[in-house]
């Protein structure tokens, strides 16, 4: 009979020998220190009681935290007796956790560290929410400000993802929008990979892309956040979720739509610091800007600002509220949602449950304000209820969908409003754009010329007021793109605006169902800026470029 020596196997054993004379010993020194012993090879470990303790820190006191039950957490420590096992005890108590020490082998704890790498960044703290809390998310915000450094924490998340759960590639998508100050996040399956794109001042930019495997985690992981119906794969779905961060709330939008290989994702972030923005900072040149400042210190009528999404319509109403906020006032929105938290307004938001606009206009008018935000006016009922507000005794900030500020007008007809109340009740209708800012730190001057010389001339040419017109327009700056600005040589945005005040003669258009082109012709004589003529000015003081400009609005009749 041949013996064979199995040399793996008797390493195996010897190690199974030596981890169990470990155990033994650590539970002779349960005794020894007065401390139950806890084998945490074999437990199981709460995510949530580890992360209250930083791995670097666990290893460096070789601790960690492996239960939580309220506020009572359960520590294994290899030495419970050290000064760092101590601190980390202290410093659960001086946050409010009822600390329990245990003691553990160096084995089982190990065991206990290698659930880090799986570990989630957030958590969700309640239904629809996730709460960011990690220091090395937070990181991520804070200093990752190129999209180049973005790209690369992006790929090494992703090329581990068999490490990390699919949650913290969620999170670090998320983050890498945020440190960018992007507005969306696209995630657009093709047949072989998956596209991820940020939207920044408004353009879309390539991020990376990834594979449809792990999308398909991503896309079941947005859906269950965001409240959506997991099996329904051949119907468009809404849903949303806030981001709970050090800096705030941000209220993210989730938009989910069948393609031909798989749903595709879209997820709008609404972050209070992009929105957050004074009146005087919008870019409303100084003229209207004193029309304004003037109008929203009257005690009644209605201020329309009207634009395409994503024109920075909410970021205008929310400066005029901050601008009219005064203790004597109430002020009630309605808005979907709630984009900004503002003290002392009483903001009210809209739901699929029956919570309409319409239904927080009647219940807001009932609560004796004196001023009223509705977030946009999209129906008949809401239409009237708002102009009637305005005619007895409110001021009322809302928004439209229309092209220009003259198209407000048969808006409103169109939306079933009697043409008669709205010369009484409407005072003032914008329209707005947004344009990207010119990168200051790359920017390049060159000469006006060619054809961009014949639009700005006849431009400059048809505005009323010469005072608001430069002395010198022969030269303009064009993006270039360098560091700062991730190489678009744009960075951050800024408004391009028109409007046209109510008096007579607009009054008389709006009774004869004049077009917007008449109404038009019964403006001259304002001398506001319409928007193409404010975006040339921004283009000759260097603001913008000609290029961007033509982007974003056309710039031919």
Known sequence: MTITFDEDKQKRRLSELHLKEEEDLVQLLSAKYGVEYVNLASTPINADALRLISEASAREAQAAAWSIVDKKVKVAARNPQSEKTRAIIDELKTKGYQPELYISSMHGLEKAWDTYKDLSFAYESRAGSLEISNEEIAAIVEQAKSLPTIVSILENTLAAKKSYRVSRILETIIAGALATDASDIHLEPEESYVRLRYRMDGVLQDVIRFDNDTYGLLLSRIKLLSGMKLNIKKDSQDGRFSIRLPIGDIEVRASVLPGAYNESIVLRLLNPK???????????????????????????????????????????????????????????????????????????????????????????????????????????????????????????????????????????????????????????????????????????????????????????????????????????????????????????????????????????????????????????????????????????????????????IALED
């Open 274 to 552: 992009t929105i957050n923005i004074p009146l005087e900072e919008l870019g409303i040149n100084r003229k209207l800007l004193d029309i304004l400042l003037d109008e929203i210190t009257r005690p009644d009528g209605m201020i329309l600002t009207t634009g395409p999404t994503g024109s920075g319509k909410t970021t205008t109403l929310y400066a005029f509220l901050k601008k009219v906020y005064d203790p004597g006032v109430k002020i009630i929105t309605i808005e979907d949602p709630i984009e900004y938290h503002l003290p002392g307004i009483v903001q009210t938001q809209v739901n699929d449950k029956g919570y309409n606009f319409l239904e927080g206009l009647r219940a807001a008018v009932r609560q004796d304000p004196d001023i009223i935000m509705v977030g946009e006016i999209r129906d008949n009922e809401t239409a009237n209820i708002a102009l009637n507000s305005a005619l007895t005794g409110h001021l009322v900030f809302s928004t439209l969908h229309t092209n220009d500020a003259a198209g407000t007008f048969p808006r409103l007809v169109d939306l079933g409003v009697n043409s008669t109340i709205i010369p009484s009740a409407l005072r003032v209708s914008m329209a707005q754009r947004l344009v990207r800012r010119l990168c200051d730190h790359c920017k390049k001057e060159k000469p006006v010329e060619g054809e961009s010389k014949r639009e700005i001339d006849l431009t400059i040419e048809s505005i009323e007021d010469k005072s608001l017109v430069p002395p010198e327009h022969s030269r303009m700056w064009t993006a270039v793109g360098c560091d700062k600005c991730n190489h678009t040589g744009y960075k951050g945005r800024i408004g391009i605006y028109e409007a046209i005040l109510m008096n007579e003669q607009i009054e008389r258009s709006i009774q004869s169902g004049a077009s917007n082109r008449d109404i038009w012709l019964a403006a001259k004589g304002q001398g506001i800026l319409t928007m193409k003529q404010d975006g040339i000015l921004k283009v000759l003081a260097g603001i913008t470029s000609f290029e961007e400009l033509q982007r974003v």
